[in-house]
């Protein structure tokens, strides 16, 4: 990135889609060590008449501190930033990071973990909006196996992409999409049934409005352009096939009564299931589904929150889903992108009605 070509552009549009507003806190969460763009996003900021604060969570960062932490001083870390997000009006977050967990030990793990869920517990109940915006870096690049200048060319359009042509996008693809039940085809001949009951169709267009906030749809991306829904969390039945999950390849998930009740897999089940009991609530249920429409993503590369917003991939989420209007209580919340999948709705396929608009992008 450089210049007003790119990351002050970025900054630009994450201060639009977060609705900043003048006197505000805002809480930048810095998942990625890119100094370049946390600059211009806290210029940004500061310009619009808020004020920015910086919580580092860089995996660099995140790698160190819990490397050399006690239990004690997490807690005590922990104190202080309660204290901060009961103060702060936003919270943009920048992500990419993977720190390395290992590298912890384990009752100071357990404390981190402890406080990371209490801060989350005071986000949902101030019902704060976040923007969560994907920047690349040099060590995610690395880990998809390409180079960062190819990972940027890939993903900026699609992170520039503005909320009019979004809103375009969602207006056409909710058109498509009414109806009750909803079937997802994954392969290996594994078809997932859901129910939409009276769930309203969201519109991703990576703009937190206030209209937005009375929806309780306070969770926003960057790259925008998507339509997502919560279901009936006690009706979804069927199987559903994902090539891979945390510690788990090849794997197939059996639901019964809105559960998962079997893991089958060819390598990992175990491993996979002992991930999801490590959750509180209701971890094995599907938060929420959704359609990508960005039109500047053609092709995944590995990152689940650039490759759900693919145009016509769909993308299916487990565990969390009360900021968005749903009634499924976790600790859980995590994405899987599942591109080439289908989906119908009442027994009409969505996906060759959207893509074959004459007027596609």
């Known amino acids: 990135m450089n210049g007003d070509s790119s990351a002050s552009q970025l900054a630009r549009r994450i201060v639009a889609g977060l609705n900043v507003q003048p ?4 809480q930048v969460r810095d998942h990625v060590d890119r100094p370049d763009v946390l600059i211009e996003v806290l210029l940004a900021i500061d310009l619009a008449g808020a004020t920015p604060i910086i919580d580092h969570q860089s995996p660099a960062y995140l790698n160190r501190w819990l490397a050399a932490a006690t239990p004690e001083s997490v807690a005590q870390s922990g104190l202080q930033r309660r204290r901060v997000l009961e103060q702060i009006d936003r919270v943009v977050s920048l992500s990419g990071g993977m720190p390395d967990f290992s590298l ?12 990371d869920e209490e801060l989350t517990t005071i986000e949902e109940a101030r019902h704060l909006p976040i923007l969560v915006v994907a920047v690349p870096s040099a060590p995610r690049a690395a880990r998809l196996g390409i180079t960062l200048e190819a990972l940027e060319t890939h993903l900026m359009p699609a992170l520039l992409l503005d909320a009019a042509s979004s809103r375009t996008l969602i207006d056409r693809a909710l058109k498509t999409i009414a109806g009750s039940h909803i079937v997802i085809g994954t392969g290996n001949g594994c078809e997932l049934h859901l129910y939409h009951g009276d769930r309203r169709w969201h ?75 490590r959750h509180s609530g209701e971890p094995r249920r599907v938060s929420h589904i959704g359609i990508g429409l960005n039109p500047h993503l053609r092709s995944p590369i590995g990152w689940t929150l650039v490759d ?54």
């Open 23 to 26: 006197g505000e806190l805002i």
């Open 104 to 115: 912890a030990a384990p009752e100071v793990l357990a404390a981190w973990q402890q406080m």
């Open 203 to 277: 519109g991703d267009d990576g703009v937190i409005d206030d209209e937005d906030r009375r929806r309780l749809t306070i969770v926003s991306n960057l790259p925008a352009g998507s339509v997502y829904t919560t279901v009936l969390e006690d009706r979804t039945y069927g199987t559903l096939f994902l090539p891979s999950a945390p510690g788990a390849s090849d794997v197939t998930l059996h639901f019964e009564e809105g559960r998962i009740v079997a893991i089958d897999a060819a390598h990992g089940a175990g491993a996979l299931a002992d991930w999801l009991d």
């Open 308 to 361: 759900e917003h693919i145009a016509g991939a769909l993308f299916l989420a487990l565990g969390e889903n009360r900021y968005m209007g749903g009634q499924n209580a976790s600790s859980l919340n995590h994405d899987f992108a599942l591109v080439g999948a289908s989906l119908a709705v009442d027994g009409r396929p969505f996906l060759p009605t959207l893509l074959d608009t004459p007027d596609r992008p």
